[in-house]
C-alpha cells in the first residue's frame, strides 16, 4: 500500500485508481477512500464529485457506487421477482384499471410496472417502455409497445443512460406508471443515480403520474432521490401498508389500497 502510494504523484492519477477500484468493489465508502489513498475526507469528497461529473461514480450518503450498480443490498430482478408478488399483481390491476383505453402509457422498469404491463396487455393502448421485461410483457394483441433506447442494467433489464434520457425529453405521454426503490416523507428515493435520472425524465412528460409500490418500500429512503410526493397524482399500494399510510396522505393527492 505504501509503494502504491508513493507512485501517485498527481490528482488524476488517484481519480484513475479511484475509478478502477470503484469498478472492482462496485461500493466504496468515504472511510474506505481516505484509508486506500491515504487523502483527508474532504479531498475524497472532491475526488468523488469528480468522478461523479466524468460518469465514473454515482454519489452516496457516505461515499459513493460504480455507474449502473445498485448499493450492496439492491436484489437483481430475479429476486425483487419473488417478493410479495400476490400484493405486486393487486396493485398491478389497480393501476391499469386506471388507463384508458386509446391513450399513451408510459411503464418505469421494476416487478410492480412489470405487473402493470401484464395487466394492461392486449389492450388498445400504445405502451413507451423503459425495461426489457416489461416491453416483453406488455406486448400482446392490440397493444403498441414502444422501448426506450439506451443501455442496459445487467441482472436489472432497466433502461438508463443518456440516450433514453434524450428520447423521453422529445415524447408527451398520458400517464406514467412509476415505481420506486424507496418512499418516505421526504420523496421518492432510488437505488442508482441512472433510474433515478430516467424516472425524472418520465415524469416531465407524464399527464399523470400513479405510483405502484408495496408495503415493503415504504419508511425507507434510497441513496439518490427521484422526486418528492407532491409529483405524485395517485399512489397505489397494497393493505398491509394501510397503517402506515397517514403521514403520506397530506403530500399525496390520493392513494388507493388493494
Known amino acids: 500500500m505504501a509503494d502504491e502510494l508513493r507512485q501517485i504523484r498527481f490528482p488524476q492519477e488517484r481519480h484513475r485508481r479511484m475509478a478502477a477500484l470503484l469498478a472492482e468493489r462496485g461500493h466504496l465508502t468515504i472511510g474506505e477512500l481516505t484509508a486506500h489513498f491515504g487523502v483527508s475526507g474532504p479531498t475524497a469528497r472532491r475526488d468523488l464529485s469528480v468522478l461523479s ?23 437483481l430482478f430475479l429476486e425483487k421477482l419473488r417478493l410479495h408478488d400476490a400484493a405486486k399483481a393487486r396493485i398491478g390491476m389497480a393501476a391499469a384499471a386506471e388507463v384508458p383505453d386509446g391513450s399513451t402509457v408510459l411503464l418505469d422498469s421494476g416487478t410492480t410496472a412489470l405487473a402493470t404491463a401484464r395487466a394492461l396487455a392486449g389492450r388498445d393502448l400504445r405502451v413507451v417502455a423503459t425495461d426489457l421485461k416489461v416491453a416483453e410483457a406488455a406486448a400482446a394483441g392490440a397493444t403498441r409497445v414502444m422501448l426506450v433506447g439506451g443501455e442496459v442494467r445487467n441482472g436489472y433489464y432497466s433502461i438508463v443512460g443518456a440516450w433514453a434520457r434524450a428520447i423521453l425529453a422529445g415524447l408527451t405521454c398520458d400517464v406514467l406508471v412509476l415505481a420506486a426503490d424507496a ?59 394501510a397503517s402506515r399510510l397517514d403521514p403520506y396522505r397530506a403530500a399525496v393527492a390520493a392513494i388507493q389500497v388493494v
Request: proline share 6%; glycine share 10%.
Open 53 to 75: 461529473r466524468a460518469g465514473l461514480a454515482a454519489r452516496t450518503h457516505g461515499g459513493a457506487m460504480a455507474p449502473g450498480r445498485g448499493t450492496p443490498d439492491e436484489p
Open 183 to 241: 418512499i418516505d416523507r421526504d420523496g421518492i428515493s432510488n437505488s442508482t443515480a441512472e433510474e433515478a435520472e430516467v424516472k425524472q425524465a418520465a415524469i416531465a412528460c407524464a399527464g399523470r403520474t400513479i405510483l405502484v409500490a408495496d408495503h415493503s418500500k415504504l419508511g425507507r429512503r434510497a441513496p439518490v432521490p427521484v422526486c418528492g410526493l407532491e409529483a405524485v397524482d395517485l399512489f397505489i399500494t397494497d393493505r398491509r401498508a
